[in-house]
């Protein structure tokens, strides 16, 4: 099994910045992709960006796209996602995710004010 602890969320005003972190432990070998996604009450589990483990380019959904950067840490299996000119749509609690299985951490909320 894998196991995912996120952190790093909190409250920021508009045109803040927050740094998430993702901490893999356990069969981190198995992992191929980590991929962070964001809910909001009431609403889908939404996208938000993709980090290969093999290296190829990450990629981000439309609405974090030049705002949101995805990066990694090999040595401690951990995935950020720099976030940065936040605005209040981005309010929603943030999940890491792995595949090819499909493990899930905690969330970490994140709160944009206006």
């Known amino acids: 099994q894998v196991q995912l602890v996120e952190s790093g969320g909190g409250l920021v005003q508009a045109g803040g910045s927050l740094r998430l972190s993702c901490a893999a432990s356990?069969?981190?070998?198995?992992?191929?992709?980590m991929d962070w996604y964001r809910q909001t009450p009431g609403k889908e589990r939404e996208f938000v960006a993709r980090?290969?483990?093999?290296?190829?380019?990450?990629y981000y959904a439309d609405s974090v796209k030049g705002r949101f950067t995805i990066s990694r840490d090999n040595a401690n299996n951990t995935v950020y996602l720099q976030m940065n000119n936040l605005k209040p749509e981005d309010t929603a609690i943030y999940y890491c995710?792995?595949?090819?299985?499909?493990?899930w951490g905690q969330g970490t909320q994140v709160t944009v004010s206006s």
């Open positions: 995710n792995t595949l090819p299985r499909n493990y």
């Open positions: 356990g069969r981190t070998f198995s992992i191929t992709v």
């Open positions: 980090m290969w483990w093999s290296g190829d380019s990450p």
